[in-house]
């Protein structure tokens, strides 16, 4: 005998399936001071071999979303990011040491879901300044 399951019951799976993302497959989320990265490397350094979403906060607000896959990993993605230089608005950005950068880092093996996860914040987040999506 077959059993049919109601939207509720779909629905609920749905649930249990992103409680098990958060509690399996993201691993932390941590946060530090762009002076402060830039005083030490112990944050850097922490998330060296690290993949997941990165995000530059400047006055409470996200201006920048980003992703780093195992081919890269965090550290180089933001080390990447704050010496890119040569944009005015973005070297506002990278020289305030007020701004903050902070990590969500998801297991290496769901690598996949680090793409959509960025995809999802970034449309969510209304395009922040520096995502320049099509």
Known sequence: MKIEYSEADLLNLTDDFLAEFKTSFMVSNRKESLGNIRMD???LNSLKTETGIYYFLQDD???YVGRALPSVGLRSRIIN???AFGDLKWDA???DSNVVIGVIIIKKEYWYF???LEHYLIEKLGNPEFNKRC
């Open 41 to 43: 490397n112990v944050f």
């Open 61 to 63: 607000k996200v201006k």
């Open 93 to 95: 950005v990278i020289h």
């Open 114 to 116: 680090i793409s959509a």
């Open 81 to 83: 990011q704050i010496t």
